[in-house]
C-alpha cells in the first residue's frame, strides 16, 4: 500500500522539483520510503507503505532485469503467490518476494490482458521503454484511487488529489455542475469528474495508456453482470446459495490476511464486519487457537447516546471470538478540532459525519497495526439499505403474490424507517429549492432491483464508500483491505435471484443464512442499519451550531453562487427551535462551505 504519482512532458524535460512536492504530498500513504525513477520526458514517484516483503528488494519504482519495464504500484495482489508459481513454471524469474515484480512480470507475458488475472486492488503505471508507453490501471471496483489532470502540455497523476494541487495550475476552480449535484443528492462519485475542474478519477475497471506525454481513450477492461431472476429454484436453494457465498467469503478473507505486518478489524457490530471477525477467527484457531488475543485485535467507534452505539453487538462478538477489542468515542470536543484535518483528508465533500466515526477508527487502529480488514461492498452487493425494498417491490411488479408479501415483510421489519424517510424526502425537495441555478437531481434507487445494485456497485454509492475509507485509513498510514469486494465473490452474488438479497423484508438474505451459527443470532438477525454511525442530528441541532451558525452567518457564505443564504440561515434557525425537522442537505451546504474554504479561498483557518 502506498502513494504514487507521476508526470509525462509532451517535450522537454520533466520538472524534478515539481514530482517532489507532488510525492512530499503524499507522505502519510508511505512513510517507510520514497523513490523516484526518471528518464527523458517522464518521472515516476512512489511512497512506500511496507506491507508484503518490507526488504530493499521490494522498493518502488521497481524496474525488470533489462530496466526496460519501471513500475509503481498502490495496492495488493493477492493472489501474487499463486501466479507467481505459473509465471515461474513459463520461464520468469523473480529477485523479490513482492507483489510489485508479479505485476511487471505479468504484463510483460500477458500484456494489457494481465489486469484480467489480477484478484487484489490496485493503482498503477507502468512505463515501457521500448514502446515510449505509459500503462495506467485501476482495479475492478476502484478500490485504490488514480487522479489525472493535464497541465502545459503535460500529464500528472497521483493517489490523492492534493498532491495534483501542488501544481499551482491544476484543480483552481470547483466543477459547478458536480457541486450541485453533490449539494442536491449527495452524489460526487457517479462518473469520472471530481469536483475540483480538469481533475478526473480513472474509472474502475479501466486502464488507459499514454503515449508522448497525450492520454488515450481508457478502456473498460471488466464489467459486472446482475441477475434478474426474482425467485431461487431448481439446483439455486438456499442452502447452496448460502454455503457458495461462505466458501468464496472465507477464501477471500484467506487471502487479505497475507501480510508481512500485523492486520486488524474494523467492527461496528452490525453484519457485514461481524461476520469477518468471525471467519478470521476461525481461521487463525485453525492455525493456532491459542494466539487468538494476540493476533485478533477490533477497533470499534462507541458512544454515549445509546441511540448511536452498538457496543452491546460488539461484546456479543468479542466475547464470541475472544479477540481483542480496542474502542474509541468521537465526541464533539475532538470534531470541533478535528473538522478542518477531516474535509482536508477527504479533499472532497462527503455526506454525513459517520466519515467521522471511521476517521477516529482509523486513528484507533494506527496505533496498533498496519492493516485492517473491513466490510464495505456487502450492502451494494446484498441490498442491505433499506431503501431498496422500493427498487425490490418495483422488481416484484408482475408477481401480485410475491409482491404482497414483500409488503407485509416491510411493514414488519421497516415501517418506522419508511415514515421518516417520507419525512426527510420531502425536507429535502424544499431544501434544494434554496439551490440556485439547474439544479440536477439523481434517485439512486429508481429502477428495478438488478438495475440499482448494478449502477450501486459501477457507480456513485460504493465509489464514494471506498473513497471515504481510502483516505481515511491511508490518512493514518493504514492499508485497509475489503473481503467481501473480492472479484469471484461478487460476481457469485450478482449471479444469485433476487430474492437471496431481499426476502419478506429482510435484507442481505443469502449472507444472514451463510452466518448461521458463526456470529449470535443478536447479530445476524439485526433489522436495523447502522456501522459506525454519528449523531449527526445532535451534534448541529446543538454542540456545533454555534460554529454552524457563525458559517451561515458569514459574508463569505452570503457570496456564494451556489445557495441563497438567507433562506438556508432561515430555515436551520427554524430547526433550531424544533420547528422543522433535521436532514443532510444543512450538513452539505456547511461541508461545501468548508471545502471552498480550505481548497480554493487559500484560508489556512477554518472560521
Known sequence: MCGIAGIYAQDGAVRRDMLSSISSALAHRGPDGEGFYYDDNIGLAHRRLSIIDITDNAAQPMADESSEIILVFNGEIYNYI???????????????????????????EWGFECLKRFNGMWAFALYDKVEKLLFCARDRFGIK????????????????????????????????????????????????????????????????????????????????????ELFSAGNI????????LYELLRDSVRLRLRSDVPVGTCLSGGLDSSTITAIINVLIREENPLSVGDRQKTFTSCYEDERYDERVFVDEIIEKTGASGYRIFPDVHNLR???????????????????????????????????????????????????YQASHIRSLSLSPAALLREIAGIMKHHRRFFIDAAAKLKSGKKRRSYLFGVVPFTDRYAGTLDEVLYNEMSGNNLQALLRYEDRNSMAFSIESRVPFLDYRLVEYIA?????????????????????????????????????????????????????????FNSDEFASRKYWDANEILKDYNLFLSGKTGYSKDFWRVFCSELWLRIFFDGRSELL
Open 337 to 387: 478540532d478535528d473538522i478542518y484535518s477531516l474535509i482536508t483528508t477527504q479533499e472532497e465533500p462527503f455526506d454525513s459525519l459517520s466519515i467521522y466515526s471511521q476517521y477516529c477508527v482509523m486513528k484507533l487502529a494506527g496505533e496498533s497495526v498496519k492493516v485492517v480488514l473491513d466490510g464495505q461492498g456487502a450492502d451494494e452487493q446484498l441490498a442491505g439499505y433499506l431503501g
Open 145 to 228: 484511487p488514480f487522479y489525472y489532470s493535464l497541465s502545459g502540455n503535460s500529464f500528472y497523476f497521483a493517489s490523492e488529489i492534493k498532491a495534483l494541487l501542488k501544481n499551482p495550475e491544476i484543480g483552481t476552480t470547483p466543477d459547478d455542475e458536480k457541486l450541485l449535484l453533490y449539494l442536491s443528492c449527495g452524489i460526487t462519485d457517479n462518473d469520472e469528474r471530481t469536483l475540483f475542474e480538469g481533475i478526473c478519477s480513472l474509472k474502475p475497471a479501466h486502464y488507459m495508456t499514454v503515449r508522448g506525454g497525450k492520454p488515450e481513450n481508457p478502456v473498460c477492461y471488466w464489467d459486472l453482470s446482475v441477475s434478474k
Open 495 to 551: 449471479s444469485l435471484p433476487l430474492d437471496q438479497k431481499i426476502r419478506g423484508g429482510v435484507t442481505k438474505y443469502c449472507l444472514r443464512k451463510a452466518a448461521k451459527g458463526l456470529i449470535p443470532e443478536s447479530v445476524r438477525c439485526r433489522m436495523d442499519k447502522m456501522g459506525f454511525v454519528a449523531p449527526d442530528e445532535v451534534w448541529f441541532g446543538e454542540d456545533i451550531s454555534d460554529i454552524v451558525g457563525n458559517v
Open 237 to 244: 436453494t438456499d442452502d447452496k446459495s448460502a454455503y457458495g
Open 82 to 108: 499463486e501466479l507467481k508459481s505459473e509465471l515461474k513454471e513459463i520461464g520468469h524469474t523473480f529477485r523479490s518476494e513482492s507483489d510489485t515484480e508479479v505485476i511487471i512480470h505479468a504484463y510483460k
